[in-house]
């Protein structure tokens, strides 16, 4: 509709700026002129014929514009123009970081079933077809003993999945922040919460690659050494330690009398 209503707007501007002519038979072999400044010679005995426009045309192009206009926002809206451009589209100055991410969540809500059923309905069997056909026809490798019987899982990762996944990571965020105040009064209470697996949840949901993420044997691995750096350094203090109370001990004078003395005597 809006192509047609701007294709015919062209075309009535169009006539207005060059209309079609009406010309006497006397001038069909003589050259005519429509440019500004042009003159053209018409001979006016027969009739009072004359070189004028076919007819007059007042395209009404106010009110075509204001009708363009309405269907420019029906398409917008069709495509969610109004969420993609929320922020962008608004001209409030004062406004809480809070109402920006209510916004996010509220547009990503919105926008969820049109992904959803994307990837459903399109992509999803799009893929196990495409991926089934390759395996009929041996181009792909056989897969690796651990996957026997494991169903493939196509993870996305355009940038509406990873922000539509991204709204799950404000709920981490309040759980933890709420743990850390409970914490306060009771500490063992984080004792409930694995952290690690917190973590990982967390870098999954805002898109993290994975090779930043640790393996767990290395972590272990990490986490023991520096347990064994901790208790050598507190072994290595209360040697320092008794080797100064010897030192002091040593050089203690035991021939003059003293608190030392006088108890090395009571004993």
């Known amino acids: 509709q809006l192509q047609v209503q701007q294709k015919q707007k062209g075309r009535g501007i169009e006539k207005m700026i060059n209309p079609a002519m009406n010309a006497p038979a006397s001038m069909s072999n003589q050259a005519m002129s429509t440019l500004p400044g042009g003159v053209n010679f018409i001979d006016t005995i027969q009739g009072g014929q004359k ?9 009404r192009i106010s009110e075509l514009k204001e009708d363009m206009f309405e269907v420019q926002q029906r398409i917008k809206k069709a495509y969610h123009e109004d ?3 929320m922020l962008a589209n608004s001209d409030r100055r004062q406004i809480t970081a809070r109402e920006i991410e209510e916004r996010h ?22 893929i196990d077809r495409t991926f089934a056909i390759l395996m009929k026809n041996g181009r792909l490798p056989a897969p690796p003993p651990d996957l026997n019987g494991v169903d493939l899982r ?12 991204s709204i799950g990571t404000s709920s981490i965020e309040r759980f933890a922040g709420f743990a850390g105040e409970i914490s306060a009064v009771k500490p063992n ?6 952290f690690d697996e917190a973590l990982t949840e967390y870098g999954d949901l805002v898109g993290v690659p994975p090779k930043l ?12 050494a520096n347990a064994k750096a901790i208790a050598e350094q507190r072994q290595a203090e209360i040697s320092s330690q008794a080797i100064q109370g010897a030192k002091v001990l040593s050089e203690t004078d035991t021939d ?3 608190a030392l003395t006088d108890m090395v005597g009571g004993i």
């Open 51 to 59: 070189f004028e426009p076919a007819y007059s045309i007042d395209p």
């Open 256 to 258: 003059n009398k003293n």
């Open 189 to 194: 209470v984080l004792d409930n919460i694995d």
């Open 83 to 85: 969420l993609f451009l």
């Open 213 to 224: 993420v640790r393996p767990e044997g290395e972590v272990q691995k990490i986490r023991q």
């Open 154 to 165: 196509v993870e996305y990762i355009s940038l509406m999945a990873q922000a539509q996944k």
């Open 105 to 126: 969540e509220e547009k990503l809500i919105m926008l969820g079933p049109v992904l959803e059923r994307e990837q459903d309905e399109l992509l999803d069997p799009l």
